[in-house]
């Protein structure tokens, strides 16, 4: 089983859609989780921390599934400017405790 | 805002040739990391460093090498670049806690 593992899509929906990403990682041991957010020929950038208890940022939830080994996210009412491709991202505990392992990506197209 | 800045957008190296990447980040962070992304392959960890002069193999570090002798300074160094190390290089920094990367914009090197 990958490290961490995405659908990587692509995901084609309309304006004003909901839309849900999954990603499941290897690891028990794994410690933080996030979800990073990459534009066409762009650098990552970090969208939002996912935390035990689940948490919202506006359009955007995440939640964590750890006896599942799980983390989703969900962008609601989507926006033209949402597409971008979603990276899941984790961090494990241990010896190289500040290495992130990074999914490989799901790609997502809003449409007019 | 943190401002991580990558030497060069777009490189065009022979194969055997000696190729630095230089990265400078301005807000003082202690870790810097060195990615490489393929497609279908995601971001792959090839060194990073937790201080100056300190550092540690990621995933990929073969034919690679980094050099951190100041603070806001981290370069990869390709000591005889090959094909297969045609990517998107991509630098990133974070403070102590690991826990959000801020990346360059990324350096798109092609070994011909």
């Known amino acids: 089983r990958k490290e961490v593992e995405q659908d990587p899509g692509p995901f084609n929906v309309p304006e004003g859609a909901t839309v849900a990403f999954n990603c499941t990682y290897s690891?028990?041991?794994?410690?933080?989780f996030f979800w990073y957010r990459q534009d066409c020929r762009k650098e990552p950038k970090l969208l939002m921390s996912?935390?035990?208890s689940g948490n919202e940022d506006g359009r955007f939830t995440a939640q964590l599934n750890r006896a599942s080994q799980y983390i989703s996210l969900l962008i609601r009412d989507s926006k033209l400017s949402d597409s971008a491709t979603y990276l899941c991202?984790?961090?494990?505990?241990?010896?190289?405790?500040?290495?992130?392992?990074f999914g490989k990506g799901t790609l997502l197209t809003v449409n007019p | 805002d943190v401002k991580v800045t990558q030497s060069s957008r777009y490189l065009v190296k022979r194969t055997g040739e000696k190729v630095f990447l230089e990265c400078v980040q301005d807000?003082?962070?202690?870790?810097m990391f060195w990615y490489r992304q393929d497609p279908g392959l995601g971001l792959r960890l090839i060194y990073f460093?937790?201080?100056?002069?300190?550092?540690e193999k990621g995933d990929i570090p073969e034919g690679y090498s980094v050099s951190r002798e100041k603070k806001e300074r981290f370069s990869l160094i390709l000591e005889s670049a090959s094909t297969n190390q045609t990517s998107m290089y991509l630098c990133?920094?974070?403070?102590?806690?690991?826990?959000?990367?801020?990346f360059g914009s990324g350096t798109q090197l092609s070994v011909l």
């Open positions: 690891n028990s041991a794994s410690q933080s």
């Open positions: 996912v935390y035990s």
């Open positions: 990133a920094s974070s403070l102590g806690g690991y826990e959000k990367l801020f």
């Open positions: 991202v984790v961090r494990n505990s241990g010896g190289s405790n500040y290495k992130l392992t």
């Open positions: 807000m003082d962070h202690e870790n």
């Open positions: 460093s937790y201080d100056v002069k300190m550092k």
